[in-house]
């Protein structure tokens, strides 16, 4: 496994960690999340752990910081303030680990095997030896676009750098092209071809429901939705016929055997099984990949087995339940203030500690002008601020996931930041 995990410097400027006032990476959840995994990262008593969500089993001694659900047979996890790749025995997978103040991990979204931390991507899809050749492999894949005729009817275009091919110019319209599907209307009826004309679903129908595009290649999606009069009929991606209902889906999912997509009702989202029926639970959103609920400030994961788990609370208007702020000298000196709402505690080198009551009135100040969404949405490359010669890294603690950012003094223009800082020396000193 180590050998396949192989580091190369991109030449790009700076990749940030995107938030939305999330604790964690949404888009790498959602990619990530397969509904039919049995092990899920789950957030319990202050920290993530992996769970054996048909057993109860936790998997791991180790209680991580951040964690995002297997892909393939690896996970990203943060440990001891540093990002890792673990494997599903439990063993970390990269010697060099990436320190959290420098980088944040994130995706590339059209080469889902590669993990970004930074300038430094790592290669984590087991079935492939060499990024450079997928690389090269998804720079070269072919393009469709789609084209109108003399006699107004479409067709569409395939591309790659060797040639250009063109299909016949016969549908009314096209409502969706992949590399795969052609949706698209005949004789002002609906139907599904493949990108060689083969008919997969007869062009025979009212209503068509449009392809998952943000599906990676468009090659998960298993299931297509067409109208006829009053009944959906879901089809499998070789055209039988799974299942007639009066329930239409809003969006299918990404790569379920088990569910269809999500269903809209009174504002909240269900879920269609291909056996029928829907699930007997209330999300406020569903994940473009129909893999991720969110209710009530919650996340969970959506599996096939008609349950949700757990993931995390969204923390959007968390208060924190600790701050640090530790100052090192470029001659060796250091020093760190440890603040609950209880003590106050300096440690200073060689080892001198210094414990106090908390000012009540200074503490009540560090939580008013703290703002949750915009601490997490100021986006920077690192947490390392240099003041005098001395580095400064402030954490902030809630539920006890740390939120390294850069110190708050350094963002001139954020006046709720400033007062969070200034806030925040007072009560030291």
């Known amino acids: 496994m180590r050998k396949l995990l192989l ?74 303030n540093e990002y890792n790749l673990v494997s599903r025995n439990g063993e970390f997978i990269l010697i060099e680990k990436i320190p959290d103040f420098a980088y944040k991990p994130t995706l590339n979204n059209d080469q889902p095997f590669l993990v970004y931390f930074g300038n430094a991507f790592t290669h984590i899809y087991d079935s492939l030896a060499n990024p450079w050749e997928v690389s090269r492999e998804i720079a070269n894949r072919s393009s469709y676009t789609t084209y109108k005729s003399e006699n107004n009817k479409y067709g569409f275009s395939c591309s790659d750098r060797f040639k250009t091919l063109q299909s016949s110019p016969k549908y009314d319209t096209i409502i969706s092209l992949t590399e795969n599907y052609v949706l698209a209307k005949i004789n002002n009826k609906f139907g599904l071809e493949d990108t ?137 000196g250091w020093s760190v203030v440890e603040i609950t709402e209880k003590v106050t505690t300096i440690r200073s080198s060689p080892n001198n500690i210094i414990k106090k009551d908390t000012d009540p009135t200074v503490w009540k100040s560090l939580n008013d002008n703290f703002d949750f969404c915009e601490y997490m949405k100021l986006e920077e490359a690192g947490n390392r601020h240099v003041v005098d010669g001395n580095n400064i890294i402030v954490r902030i603690y809630i539920d006890g996931i740390s939120f390294p950012k850069q110190n708050p003094h350094y963002y001139q223009g954020v006046k709720k930041i400033n007062d969070f800082n200034a806030a925040l020396n007072k009560l030291e000193f």
Request: proline share 3%; glycine share 4%; aromatic share 18%.
């Open 7 to 80: 580091f190369f410097l991109l030449n790009i400027s700076q990749i940030f960690f995107a938030q939305d006032c999330f604790p964690f990476n949404l888009d790498i959840l959602q990619q990530y999340s397969k509904t039919s995994d049995t092990v899920r990262p789950v957030f319990l008593k202050g920290g993530f752990h992996f769970i054996n969500i048909k057993t109860g089993k936790d998997l791991f001694p180790v209680v991580f910081e951040e964690a995002y659900p297997f892909y393939k047979d690896v996970a990203i996890v943060k440990y001891n």
């Open 196 to 332: 060689v004309s083969r008919v997969i679903v007869d062009f025979d129908y009212d209503e068509a429901l449009p392809l998952n595009t943000e599906n990676i290649f468009n090659v998960s999606q298993r299931f297509f939705a067409f109208r006829k009069k009053q009944l959906w009929y879901y089809f499998d991606r070789s055209g039988k016929l799974l299942l007639k209902s009066k329930t239409k889906v809003d969006r299918i999912s990404k790569d379920s055997d088990k569910i269809i997509g999500s269903v809209k009702k009174n504002d909240k989202f269900s879920l269609l099984y291909t056996d029928g029926t829907a699930g007997d639970f209330e999300m406020d959103s569903i994940s473009k990949n129909v893999n991720i609920g969110f209710k009530a400030n919650e996340f969970y994961f959506i599996n096939d087995d008609k349950s949700v788990t757990k993931y995390s609370p969204g923390f959007t208007q968390a208060k924190f339940s600790k701050i640090t702020k530790t100052v090192t000298s470029p001659y060796g």
